[in-house]
């Protein structure tokens, strides 16, 4: 059975450095992509980037280029989202998701809260 | 960017009556798109993909149609399970997929 299993929910203060998981199993982790969604307070979804466990070839969106580093370690099948400072704005549920080219999103995450408040 | 525009923001349906959701794109996606449905403190889960195949598991009840920049999902006959915000995504220009803004059915 294909999983992603994300990390537990995490409060934080502006400034504050993060990196979040989402360890996969059940297929062959280093053949799909892996794409991170952001989820704000009752807002739909925004895709962020991607990346390629098994030669970690990674790609962002424009609206996310710079803000967060999407990473890999196929060693333990598992995707990362970091942040190095933390903004309020950052406050969303992040979700993790299988893909590959010519195909969309076929498994989920069950979604990682992340709150930013001083 | 590819642009994906959803309407309704809010459609209002009877259990057991029919709903349509209409999903444009700013420019041709050919038939790469794809329906999600998420539930209230759920992931979204698949589907359709291709416009118009179902995802595993998914019922009859939902059908997919369109390509190019028009594309509609279908839900034949409502059940109460299926109230929930809908979302379509163009996976055409790869790697950078968009959502759209969702729809949200509602119990009339």
């Known amino acids: 059975e294909v999983q992603l299993v994300q990390s537990g929910a995490e409060v934080k203060k502006p400034g504050e450095s993060l990196k979040i998981s989402c360890k996969g199993s059940?297929?062959?982790?280093?053949?799909?992509?892996i794409g991170w969604v952001r989820q704000m307070p009752g807002k739909g979804l925004e895709w962020m980037g991607i990346?390629?466990?098994?030669?970690?070839?990674?790609r962002y969106s424009p609206s996310f280029q710079g803000q967060v580093t999407i990473s890999a370690d196929k060693s333990i099948s598992t995707a990362y989202l970091q942040w190095s400072s933390l903004k309020a704005s950052d406050t969303a549920m992040y979700y993790c998701?299988?893909?590959?080219?010519?195909?969309?999103?076929?498994?989920w995450g069950q979604g990682t809260l992340v709150t930013v408040s001083s | 960017e590819i642009v994906m525009t959803q309407s309704p923001a809010t459609l209002s349906v009877s259990p057991g009556e029919r709903a349509t959701l209409s999903c444009r794109a700013s420019?041709?996606?050919?038939?790469?798109l794809a329906w999600y449905q998420q539930k209230p403190g759920q992931a979204p889960r698949l589907l359709i993909y291709?416009?118009?195949t179902r995802a595993t598991g998914i019922p009859a009840r939902f059908s997919g149609s369109g390509s190019g920049t028009e594309f509609t999902l279908t839900i034949s006959s409502l059940q109460s399970e299926d109230f929930a915000v809908y979302y379509c995504?163009?996976?055409?220009?790869?790697?950078?997929?968009?959502f759209g803004q969702g729809t949200k059915v509602e119990i009339k």
């Open positions: 995504q163009q996976y055409n220009n790869w790697p950078a997929w968009t």
């Open positions: 059940g297929y062959s982790f280093t053949s799909y992509w």
């Open positions: 291709g416009a118009s």
């Open positions: 420019q041709s996606v050919s038939s790469n």
């Open positions: 998701a299988r893909g590959e080219s010519g195909y969309p999103f076929d498994y």
């Open positions: 990346i390629y466990p098994g030669d970690s070839d990674t």
